[in-house]
């Protein structure tokens, strides 16, 4: 069993920055793929950013040009810094791993059964 967590959550105020972390227990050769989701109350979980073990990145158009993925060089760490936080960013954040590929948030959204998960971190951003 491949354990995944999460760390980094806080509360911002619009327009700060914060930067989410996660780790996963150990990799395994189907560990291709990882990235975040956010689910905020009341709403569908949704993938925000998603990586490959080979270093291409993917996002939402919510959040492009605003948060950026990236990995260790093991693959066991991920991390999500994200920039010009807005209140609608509010949500619980989930780290997953190991979906099939490709390594896209559309495919991480219909996979996301066959992921790894954390517990999440909240981040709540203040106007």
């Known amino acids: 069993e491949v354990q995944v967590k999460e760390s980094g959550g806080g509360s911002v105020q619009a327009g700060g920055s914060l930067r989410l972390s996660c780790s996963v227990s150990?990799?395994?050769?189907?560990?291709?793929?990882m990235g975040w989701f956010y689910q905020a109350p009341g709403k569908d979980r949704e993938a925000v950013a998603a990586?490959?073990?080979?270093?291409?990145?993917n996002y939402a158009d919510s959040v492009k040009g605003r948060f950026t993925i990236s990995q260790d060089s093991t693959f066991r760490t991920i991390h999500l810094q994200m920039h010009n936080l807005q209140p609608e960013d509010t949500a619980m954040y989930y780290c997953?791993?190991?979906?099939?590929?490709?390594?896209?948030?559309?495919?991480?959204?219909?996979?996301?059964?066959?992921?790894?998960w954390g517990q999440g971190t909240q981040v709540t951003v203040s106007s």
């Open positions: 150990r990799y395994t050769n189907s560990m291709f793929c």
């Open positions: 997953a791993a190991a979906w099939p590929g490709p390594c896209t948030v559309a495919n991480a959204s219909r996979q996301r059964a066959l992921a790894y």
């Open positions: 990586i490959s073990s080979d270093g291409a990145t």
